[in-house]
């Protein structure tokens, strides 16, 4: 099976998502990905451990397809190894800040004196030259940064979501600026910088809200789970569970009407309205705004029936719905499991094995592939000095010194 980066060699100083994620789709499209973390293993191994030696979900998720070496770069002996490592790397991956980069010798001057045309993918939480640059922070910076935690909550408190969708959001980035740089390297024979920022993916990803508010100055207030610019479009409970149903646009909405029309009246509620030419309800921006009397609705119509019936009957009219699922239930369901959203991939001494998600994106002729798990801390110090020539003398010493 070919791969299209199966002679990319990427060095991954990344630490916690956004680097290692990035790193880690390199290496899912064939690239040679050597994870360095600290002798005693840096922090983002041990979050939330489901292994005997504490290595958590997060962890087994971010550093597949990964060899391990662990290093000071901070000794002496630590920069030598660096600069070897770099010699023969085409890419290195660092979300670590500037200063930090500087010491280890990973900033894009000192990689260049080392190799011309090295890449180096790097990420910040604020971005360069604004006054918020030295600053470090994760992903819940950009989500409340950018507004998106504000219009999530309710009127009462923001909300972050649980997914750290910033930090996987930088890391697709990421991976497509080094894709593209990879590219360009290609064709002009020069390697270059390529810049993550938490704060600017969120601003991204809620672009549209900033443009109505700099335009028109809607100032809008949250509202939860409820969607504002259309409805129904918020989370419902079921005599069982709950809901998502989500009606953009004419079409959808006049389905939405017959399959409240067909319910015989059985709520009792908004049996009087008119939904297709009541001026409340003429589009979606109207819909938004006048959205409580289609939530008692629709709060009363799902009231009735289970989860599964009302679904079922949603997406039989073809209006988009789906169950709200714990953990558990999204583990189970048949339709996750036939579509190999998953990986099952052992881990020493862990008490079965954990289910990586697989590449997002389905390449027919050249596809992203889960190959092996994440290391063991260190595993392959060793092998990786050895190729670099140096002797099984020098990496004992290397080994009493701290230095791996």
Excluded at 168 to 190: E, H, I, P, V, W
Excluded at 214 to 224: L, Y
Excluded at 341 to 356: K, N, Q, T
Excluded at 366 to 381: C, K, N, V
Aim: aromatic share 6%; hydrophobic share 40%; net charge negative.
């Amino acid at each position: 099976m070919h791969q299209v980066l199966a002679a990319v060699r990427v060095l991954d100083f990344g630490r916690y998502i956004a680097g290692p994620f990035c790193a880690a789709l390199l290496g899912d499209l064939g690239a040679e990905v050597i994870r360095i973390e600290k002798v005693r293993g840096s922090e983002d191994r041990f979050i939330a451990p489901v292994t005997p030696t504490g290595e958590g979900g997060m962890f087994l998720q971010m550093n597949r397809n990964k060899r391990s070496l662990t290093l000071n770069p901070m000794k002496p002996a630590g920069r030598g190894i660096v600069r070897r490592l770099v010699a023969t790397a085409d890419v290195v991956v660092a979300n670590l800040p500037p200063a930090t980069l500087e010491a280890m010798g990973l900033d894009l001057e000192s990689l260049r004196e080392v190799k011309e045309d090295v890449i180096l993918t790097t990420v910040s939480a604020y971005g360069r030259g604004g006054p918020y640059s030295d600053r470090v922070g994760f992903d819940g910076i950009g989500q409340v940064m950018s507004g998106i935690a504000y219009m999530t909550g309710d009127p009462d408190r923001p909300r972050r979501a649980a997914a750290p969708f910033v930090d996987f959001g930088t890391a697709l980035s990421c991976a497509y600026g080094t894709l593209a740089a990879l590219m360009a390297r290609q064709q002009t024979g020069k390697g270059q910088m390529v810049e993550g920022a938490l704060l600017k993916t969120a601003l991204m990803m809620g672009n549209s809200n900033l443009i109505e508010q700099a335009v028109i100055h809607r100032d809008r207030q949250p509202t939860g789970n409820r969607g504002q610019t259309s409805a129904p479009s918020d989370l419902y409970q079921t005599a069982d569970g709950w809901i998502l149903c989500s009606v953009i646009g004419e079409p959808l909405f006049r389905r939405w009407v017959d399959l409240m029309a067909s319910d015989n009246g059985a709520s009792g509620v908004g049996e009087e309205i008119d939904w297709l030419n009541d001026p409340r309800f003429a589009d979606d921006l109207a819909r938004g705004d006048n959205a409580g009397p289609i939530g008692e609705r629709m709060n009363a119509w799902c009231a009735s029936r289970s989860t599964a019936e009302a679904v079922d009957a949603l997406n039989g009219a073809m209006i988009p719905s789906a169950p709200a699922y714990s953990m558990q239930q999204t583990l189970d369901d048949p339709h996750i499991a036939e579509v190999e959203s998953f990986v099952d991939l052992e881990y020493p001494g862990m008490a079965r094995p954990a289910p990586v998600a697989r590449p997002s994106v389905r390449l027919t002729e050249t596809p992203a592939t889960i190959r092996h798990r994440a290391p063991t801390l260190g595993e392959h110090t060793d092998e990786i000095l050895g190729n670099l020539g140096y002797t099984a003398d020098e990496i004992a010493a290397f080994r009493a010194e701290r230095v791996v």
